[in-house]
């Protein structure tokens, strides 16, 4: 079920937030009040972003950050201190594909890339906010993975699902070590959906086939807000959007049948 909280006056920071999944879940957050700090590459795709969001009188903070720059991630945390002396939610969802080849095919810096934007940017962005996320009241922390790449089901994905699978892991690490504050970390796995990505990876695909980024909108802010308390979870899509059973209605109690 999708959450019905208000994100007035909270300040969330995603990753990969102008295209996509990222951008989808951006908006959704200012529409309902957040304060948003937008992240990507280039500083072109942020501003369109920026317009948008300003439109309908949204709030955000626009950062052009290249995930391979560990030393500009550091810096992150406390230059959010000093601004604003907390974050409420982190999503980080930017990823990239690399290669899709026999893994003694893939390169040296193509594998050191994926690494670097899929596992490696993750840790330093929970290591550079958690302070900060537990100076919130209810810090959430949402990353985006695949966990069928992450199972080492598909051949030549070596990679991204190497990178996929050490995000779960480090996601689910850092819950327990969280487990006694007010900070939630958990995971979703999207499925196929019609991303950019996802058409670079099945080129033959029909886009129009598959859900759009839209659609994984509840299920974050599900897991974005306050009231969400499960903690190292990694929640699939398909299995969240299932129609939940209805409780079976009890036979009322009555005195005489009880005589």
Not at 8 to 32: E, M, P, S
Not at 84 to 113: C, F, M, R, Y
Not at 136 to 147: E, I, W, Y
Request: hydrophobic share 40%; glycine share 8%.
């Amino acid at each position: 079920m999708a959450s019905k909280t208000s994100f007035t006056n909270r300040l969330a920071l995603i990753t990969g937030a102008t295209r996509g999944i990222g951008r989808a879940v951006a908006l959704a957050l200012a529409h309902q009040g957040a304060h948003v700090i937008i992240t990507a590459r280039t500083s072109g795709g942020l501003e369109e972003l920026d317009d948008e969001i300003r439109k309908f009188g949204g709030k955000a903070t626009l950062l052009a950050l290249d995930l391979r720059d560990g030393a500009k991630i550091d810096q992150l945390g406390p230059t959010l201190y000093r601004r604003w002396g907390k974050l409420d939610i982190l999503i980080g969802n930017a990823g990239i594909l690399g290669p899709l080849s026999p893994l003694n095919h893939v390169t040296e810096d193509a594998w050191q890339t994926v690494l670097d934007v899929n596992l490696t940017a993750n840790w330093r962005l929970i290591r550079t906010l958690d302070p900060l996320l537990k100076r919130s009241d209810a810090g959430r922390a949402v990353f985006t993975t695949s966990s069928g790449a992450a199972s080492a089901k598909r051949a030549y994905w070596g990679p991204y699902g190497v990178s996929k699978a050490g995000l779960e892991t480090l996601v689910k690490t850092y819950a327990h070590e969280i487990q006694s504050t007010p900070v939630r970390a958990n995971l979703v796995d999207p499925g196929p959906i019609r991303t950019e990505m996802r058409a670079k990876a099945f080129p033959g695909e029909d886009p129009k086939t598959l859900p759009t980024p839209e659609t994984l909108v509840p299920l974050f802010l599900e897991l974005a807000a306050p009231e969400y308390t499960s903690n190292g979870c990694v929640v699939s899509f398909s299995e969240w959007e299932k129609p939940k059973p209805k409780p079976k209605p009890r036979r009322a109690t009555t005195a005489a049948s009880k005589t």
